[in-house]
């Protein structure tokens, strides 16, 4: 491994989620130059949108706070957020990076008042509430926005609302000049914290989630259950807002299956039994969850989690992967299928049915640089030269301890590179 | 016929997967199913069967030799593909079913008097005499098969139908006296015979 030294010291993280916070984080920390690109508006990904973690079941918020916190504490950690990777060139230790930054229309001056939100009346669809709900095109992502800056909807460029919103801002922080930027930066090793998205439920036929309102996902069901969400905390379901106390919970919602993921997706079975205890808490002993699930996977110390969950007299589990849902004349989701504890044919109707969909890399559909490995559902094992390594649920499915733990290693692993430049280079 | 049924009992043992996966085509996928329930759900005609395939699959693998072979379940199968379109590991439901039916007919151990098998019995003869199948004769056969009266009911019922067919050319009442066959008609029966020595040697019945 010595013929490849490192010109560049710098580490490049893309991707702005608890795993790549982590791993810019536990590499600045060392004393390493880090840059974190992230393509969104704000640092948090999918992290900052769940409404609690399992096992402990505290908020997201908590632990967030904390790592936004050390990075406003670090000089260095350079965070470019809105910035896209267009190409790398180049091998480990001396990677040229393209890429695209895209306007936000708001500067550093942003308070976040939120006087041009009041001022702009065009809505878009709100991207952190997976199309559950409408925010003004003037908007800050969430409430733990990193940077805590505002965002011009490029659909309102051009338009009076622009002006509106700038006339009604105090501090200047409104530039409708900006452009979008394409930049070169250098970097000696490159962390892929690109993550994961939901498979896209419609995708699974029989369970109707494109025909049917009351067939949701389990990312969807995580926000109505937070209070800063579309129903401000309560489990509402979308065609007529009822309060939904009886509500199936559908395991391996694409993955598992050939036709679909064929990997396991690891957190869904936890994240549904964890969903449990948000119904338990809105309704007592009046609410009621059932679980179809193929067989419960729960990872090692998290099996307490499970055996709880059992003592639960609101919850039952049915061993059955539901073959289609149907819908009844009052918008009630009916499951169809035959269960595998005594081959009993079922058609049970519930308030809502969450699908518990399954991880697929965020990278799916993109072109990756052509020297990185993938596995065969598109996760990232690295590059062969190890100058590019994966970090958390863009490596494999993993839920958010194992992707801090994962984005740790990678640090790591990225050190080790950048280190041979002072090192290596200097013994020569 | 019911020897070939006790030489594969003794054969196998309770290894039932085993003789499966070696006689029945398309076996080797039974070891497969993850007992979802996928397929017993899609299934159209499911709850008019004694045994879906999920719960045919467990038996296989539980070593359950008569109930399988002597099922009429797989009888049943309309061939419509729900259950393999859907299934997450993409076992060849369908074409196992079938070929669990073609060994419980073979061992003669298949429910006697099932329609499917009867009327796939009638189109068999038909066609392994001429080697096309005579559809007058074939249809007569079918309707006769549960006695005299029932036939001539059966006829009755049809006659509309055959008459309409009959003007459309789809049915030719001179097939009666022999019918129509292709040109080398011994041909089609060595190749038949020649299929039948293969498939007895790949499982195991060729002495």
Known sequence: ?428 | MNDLNQQAAAHYGKNFLKEVEDRVEDGEWVKMCMQCGVCAGSCPLGPHWEHSPQKIFRMIMAGKRDEVLSSDSMWMCTSCYNCIVRCPRKLPITHIMHGLAHYAHKLNIAPKGQPTREVARLFWNSLVQTGRVNELKFSLAVYFKDGFVRGIKNALAMQGIGLKLMKAKRLNPMEILGGHKCKDAGGIKKMLAKAKEIEDRRQGFSS
């Open chain 1, 1 to 428: 491994m010595t013929s490849s030294i490192a010109t560049n010291q710098t580490i490049l993280v893309v991707g702005g989620g608890i795993s790549g916070i982590t791993a810019a984080l536990e590499a600045a920390e060392c004393g390493k130059q880090v840059i974190l690109v992230e393509r969104d508006a704000t640092l948090g990904g999918r992290t900052a949108l769940l409404y609690r973690y399992f096992p402990k079941m505290c908020h997201p918020t908590c632990g967030l706070e904390i790592n936004l916190r050390r990075l406003k504490g670090n000089r260095n950690v350079r965070v470019m957020t809105m910035a896209e990777v267009l190409g790398v060139s180049g091998q480990r230790g001396d990677y040229a990076v393209k890429l695209k930054i895209s306007p936000r229309y708001v500067n550093a001056k942003c308070t976040a008042c939120g006087d041009c939100a009041a001022a702009v009346e065009a809505q878009i669809d709100n991207p952190y509430e997976y199309g559950l709900a409408k925010t003004k095109a003037a908007y800050l992502p969430h409430a733990m926005a990193y940077p805590m800056q505002y965002v011009l909807d490029p659909s309102i460029i051009g338009t009076a609302d622009a002006d509106k919103a700038r006339a009604a801002c105090k501090y200047d922080a409104i530039d409708l000049d900006m452009r979008d930027e394409t930049v070169e930066i250098k970097a000696g090793a490159i962390v892929w914290a690109t993550g994961w998205k939901p498979y896209d439920a419609a995708k699974i036929q029989p369970y109707g989630y494109d025909r049917f309102a009351n067939v949701i996902t389990s990312v969807e069901f995580e926000r109505l259950a937070n209070p800063h969400g579309p129903t401000g905390g309560k489990l509402l379901r979308p065609s007529d807002g009822k309060e939904a106390r009886n509500i199936a919970f559908i395991q391996c919602a694409g993955s598992r299956d050939e036709n679909h993921l064929r990997h396991c997706s690891r957190i869904c079975c936890m994240a549904s039994l964890k969903q449990t205890h948000y119904v338990r808490e809105a309704y007592g002993e009046a609410a009621k969850s059932t679980i179809y699930y193929i067989d419960i996977r729960v990872i090692d110390r998290l099996e307490d989690f499970y055996l709880k969950v059992q003592q639960d007299p609101t919850v039952s589990f049915v061993k059955s992967k539901v073959a289609k849902i149907a819908e009844d004349k009052d918008g009630n989701p009916v499951l169809h299928g035959v269960d595998t504890e005594g081959y009993h044919r079922y058609a049970t109707a519930h308030d809502l049915v969450v699908l518990a969909v399954g991880m697929e890399p965020e990278t799916n559909g993109i072109k990756l640089p052509d020297d990185i490995l993938l596995d065969s559902s598109g996760f990232i094992e690295g590059s062969q030269d190890d100058g590019m390594c994966g970090a958390g649920s863009a490596t494999s499915p993993l839920d958010v301890n194992r992707s801090v733990q994962s984005a740790t290693a990678a640090a790591l692993r990225a050190i080790q590179v950048v280190h041979k430049t002072s090192t290596v280079e200097g013994a020569r």
